[in-house]
């Protein structure tokens, strides 16, 4: 059965198309600083919002149109994986990504809801076989059910925190079964509300523990996938334990799990935290966290998690710099956390959708590969911090340098080099200069 008869295969057509069922700017062949496009940016689908999510929000109903709608339970899940396969080929997307509830019902117990994902991996699986398609992450779901109010991780309740750890098991043998190339940590309600009720060591403490409980399962089966942590603040706790790619490190540093964990860091996540996602991917990158990316859009005009398709050249440009400057994603890759409005109810409009974001990153990625290529600000910075090189400067960065010696050096110094213009609207309109020339 085919569920998007209305498309065919989308191909790269160039700029000047006016198909709108084709790329103008992603050519999965076309060679960006060494690699192709295919292999720089790596793009996945997800499962939920391509394939779950129907339009609803807080002041109304689903309005998607979705063929496997006609279907319940297990029936209409097994109809999404054959959806999925065909979406995918069509989009020419290599990667996919899900929560284990969105691939299979939960059923009435834990042991049903164990039967129904074995019995929908077994499909995915064979889909995979055939496609050559491959899962990017998986995750578990430890947030939209009722027993998650208080958390998961960090859950008041031990029985709550056992039956997360028992998903997370069973999550990690999913991934091992399918071949996930990472697999994803995601505290959807890992935070309190006030801690007047709350014990904030020991929540942070449980949450460390199933972290490494995670780590030593996978090693028992044998599943060496990359693990990620999801920062995300506020929405839906007032304060979430994994605020933003900062407070995650410092957590990871502190229980010792940095070695085992990187992050995988969405936009809409970075701008709710009041950073941009540039910000975000350069602190992860300059510690060595940088593991994948979540792509979508925020509306800077709303406070919640909208989650829409990235179509802001200028912010993909420079996530694609940060990419370039971490020499690539690894294991990782990019996954369009994203969906279409609730007004965009129409099948065709996920296709339009899954274009519209795949040729601005493609975009943003030529663009930011002619930036490093020129040295535009690496050479600025170079300079800028020049005084770093030499003399007392090269003093303080090798260590050598003590107060009593920079105090001395500044006593005898009392004409100190001036500073110097930061330049911040040239280096500002450089960049403009190279996304309206590319």
């Known amino acids: 059965m085919a569920y998007f008869e209305n498309v065919g295969k989308i191909a790269y057509e160039g700029s000047r198309s006016t198909n709108p069922y084709a790329f103008k700017f992603y050519n ?74 969105d691939i299979a ?117 044998g599943f060496d996938a990359q693990f990620l942590i999801e920062p995300k603040p506020k929405e839906p706790t007032k304060h979430q334990y994994d605020f933003d790619a900062a407070t995650t490190i410092s957590f990871l540093q502190k229980y010792d799990l940095d070695k085992h964990f990187k992050l995988n860091l969405e936009a809409n996540h970075a701008t709710l935290a009041g950073h941009t996602f540039e910000h975000e991917l350069r602190v992860a990158r300059i510690n060595g966290m940088l593991g994948s990316l979540d792509a979508n859009q925020g509306d800077m005009l709303l406070g919640w998690d909208t989650d829409e398709f990235p179509l802001n050249i200028y912010d993909s440009t420079l996530t694609l710099y940060e990419v370039l400057k971490n020499d690539g994603l690894g294991k990782g890759g990019i996954n369009f956390d994203a969906k279409v409005r609730r007004q965009s109810f129409e099948p065709e409009d996920l296709f339009l959708a899954h274009i519209a974001g795949m040729d601005t990153y493609a975009k943003g990625l030529k663009v930011a590969a002619k930036l490093i290529e020129d040295r535009v600000f690496d050479d600025f910075i170079d300079k800028r911090y020049a005084s770093f090189k030499e003399g007392i400067g090269a003093d303080v960065v090798s260590g050598k340098a003590t107060l009593a010696s920079l105090a001395e050096y500044a006593l005898n110094n009392e004409n100190p080099r001036r500073n110097e213009s930061s330049r911040q609207e040239l280096l500002k309109a450089q960049l403009n200069q190279y996304i309206l020339a590319e």
């Open 28 to 101: 999965p062949q076309e060679v960006v600083a060494g690699k192709t496009m295919e292999e720089h940016l790596r793009f996945a689908m997800a499962y939920w919002h391509t394939l779950t999510a129907g339009g609803s929000d807080p002041f109304g109903v689903e309005t998607a149109v979705r063929s496997w709608d006609k279907y319940d339970g297990m029936d209409k899940a097994k109809a999404r994986v054959e959806a999925a396969f065909e979406f995918l080929d069509k989009m020419n997307l290599q990667f996919f990504c899900f929560h284990d509830i």
């Open 105 to 221: 019902p939960e059923g009435s117990s834990l042991r049903e809801f164990y039967s129904n994902i074995d019995t929908i991996v077994d499909l995915i699986g064979q889909g995979m076989k055939t496609s050559g398609k491959k899962l990017l992450w998986n995750t578990a779901n430890m947030f939209t059910n009722p027993r998650y109010m208080h958390g998961a991780g960090s859950t008041c309740n031990a029985d709550v925190y056992a039956h997360a750890a028992a998903q997370v098991k069973k999550g990690l043998e999913v991934g091992k079964q399918l071949g996930a190339e990472n697999y994803v940590f995601w505290g959807g309600r890992e935070g309190y509300e006030t801690l007047l009720n709350t014990d904030l060591k020991l929540e942070m403490d449980n949450m460390a523990r199933l972290f490494h409980m995670a780590v030593d399962y996978a090693k028992e089966i």
